[in-house]
């Protein structure tokens, strides 16, 4: 019952965020001369879908499921980018569109590639985390750039939260994108598992931090591309930019491998402390 009310909420919120993103006049439509608010109205978008306002006003709010013709045409619409059409069908229908109409990864095959050139190179920071972004294991690597996850808490142990720490915010060049593209994936993965209890905890925590909150309420849903991000690392220190991709894995149910992949290598003399030894966190996931 829980998880049903939190998927309602984040359609409705969702969808609300999106008709305020487009102008009647992109739907060559003339909005009343008396009308206030800017961006679509509930009315605007049953006129554009061919079905009466009462009629759209229940799928906004999660109680009528369209079939996918409607869902792609609604898709259209709202001009939502190949990420928001996965999340509209995930909090419509609970599954995502069919395979052959999902863009696949931009240059995945290419970063992939570089991830096996580098994979004799010690100098690769990964992490695995749970279906929550709670960190389960690291390697040295990783606190070449962070300190050693470690030395921290275990409830600080979140790849999510560490994009809203100083520490990663000294090293990554455009911190804003950077955690646009987290909050996204949460979005995603709260649409795909609701209720999960982790997940929850998860958004209360980031619903705490004033700039996680900002970027919640945009709605902004990552690119479906976003298992690849492109990031600008500064070298703890020397100061030293290097780009990078940031690989996000996630293997079904529950689990993410993440792994920063150099695109020409490291500085000439990486940060040391960089033998990979992966460590183990047993502790509460909570």
């Known amino acids: 019952m829980a998880g ?23 739907l060559g439509l003339t909005p009343p001369r008396n009308r206030r608010s800017g961006g679509l109205h509930q009315a605007d978008v049953a006129a554009a879908l061919n079905v009466s306002q009462r009629w759209y006003n229940g799928v906004e709010n999660g109680s009528t499921i369209p079939g996918d013709d409607l869902l792609d045409q609604l898709a259209r619409v709202m001009r939502l980018t190949h ?21 696949a990864p931009y240059h995945g095959e290419t970063v992939l590639s570089r991830l096996v050139h580098f994979l004799d190179d010690p100098d690769i920071p990964a992490v695995v985390t749970d279906i929550a972004w709670n960190v389960l294991s690291w390697n040295r690597a990783l606190s070449a750039w962070i300190p050693d996850p470690g030395s921290t808490p275990p409830a600080a142990r979140n790849a999510v939260l560490w994009t809203f720490a100083p520490e990663v915010e000294r090293v990554v060049d455009d911190i804003y994108s950077f955690r646009e593209a987290f909050i996204g994936r949460v979005h ?24 996680a909150r900002e970027l919640w309420d945009r709605q902004h849903i990552a690119d479906f591309i976003s298992s690849i991000t492109p990031v600008r690392l500064r070298s703890p220190g020397s100061g ?3 780009d990078a991709d940031l690989l996000s894995t996630e293997f079904p149910g529950e689990y993410h491998l993440l792994m920063l992949v150099p695109r020409s290598g490291w500085p000439a003399q990486p940060p040391a402390r960089s033998r990979l030894t992966l460590r183990r966190n047993n502790a509460s996931r909570n």
Do not use: N, S
């Not at 009310?5 to 999106?18: Q, Y």
């Not at 059409?85 to 863009?103: D, I, K, M, N, S």
């Not at 993965?189 to 931090?209: K, M």
């Open 83 to 103: 990420a928001e059409r996965v999340h509209l069908y995930l909090l419509t229908t609970g599954h995502e569109p069919a395979p052959g109409t999902v863009e």
């Open 188 to 211: 995603l993965a709260l649409a795909r598992h609701p209720g999960e209890p982790r997940l929850e905890h998860l958004v209360a925590r980031l619903q705490r931090i004033p700039d």
């Open 240 to 242: 030293t930019t290097v």
């Open 4 to 26: 049903e009310v939190t998927r309602r909420k984040e359609l409705h919120d969702f969808l609300k965020a999106a008709r305020a993103r487009v102008q009647p006049k992109d």
